[in-house]
T-cell receptor
């Protein structure tokens, strides 16, 4: 099992450019989330999904879009990159409906994004 | 509402103990604990549910005071490998499964 795979690991964008951060998991988890991590602020939830076709906003959704067409994939799209979106992005998956054993969130290795 | 962690940082010598606290102003359904080493993804340590269920790694212990909406993570007989930043994540209800709200983190440094 690969777990949660994020690509790319590093990315530099110019202000105004768009891009998609990829996230895939092979654990058949229904729940997937995107977080951003900024120094001193912990992880903040951007968007999450409880299954294919179902997404909802988290704490900091502005400037980001998501879709969930399959159980495995949950891409995050930056529509028009801004310097304030410079951050480390983590994707996570879990499935608490499968019982306590699956409530832990498995995180990808992160994407370090710089917007100049 | 983000949970509040304390302390912000702690320095330990190998073998010493420490406690990290996580408090919420709202009623909680669950508290998760994760450790993150520099440049790496957070790794699951423990989950504690309202009602007493918990699951975690053998060498980690934690408690959840439902009356105070506070959880504590106990680092006992610390080892060098315990160094990292510890985060608590909370869920308010089963409707918010997967929507973890994380604290700002507690940086732990264990020295020889």
């Amino acid at each position: 099992n690969a777990g949660v795979t994020q690509t790319p690991k590093f990315q530099v964008l110019k202000t105004g450019q768009s891009m998609t951060l990829q996230c895939a998991q092979d654990m058949n988890h229904e729940y997937m989330s995107w977080y951003r991590q900024d120094p001193g602020m912990g992880l903040r939830l951007i968007h999450y999904s409880v299954g294919a076709g179902i997404t909802d906003q988290g704490e900091v959704p502005n400037g980001y879009n998501v879709s969930r067409s399959t159980t495995e994939d949950f891409p995050l799209r930056l529509l028009s990159a801004a310097p304030s979106q410079t951050s480390v992005y983590f994707c996570a998956s879990s499935d608490p409906r499968q019982g306590l054993a699956n409530t832990e969130a498995f995180f990808g290795q992160g994407t370090r994004l710089t917007v100049v | 509402q983000q949970p509040v962690q304390s302390p912000q940082a702690v320095i330990l010598r190998e073998g010493e103990d420490a406690v990290i606290n996580c408090s919420s102003s709202k009623a909680l359904y669950s508290v998760h604990w994760y450790r993150q080493k520099h440049g790496e993804a957070p790794i699951f340590l423990m989950i504690l549910l309202k009602g007493g269920e918990q699951k975690g790694h053998d060498k980690i212990s934690a408690s959840f005071n439902e009356k105070k909406q506070q959880s504590s993570l106990y680092l006992t007989a610390s080892q060098l490998s315990y160094s990292g930043t510890y985060f608590c994540g909370t869920e308010m209800t089963t409707d918010s499964w997967g929507k973890l709200q994380f604290g700002a983190g507690t940086q732990v440094v264990v020295t020889p």
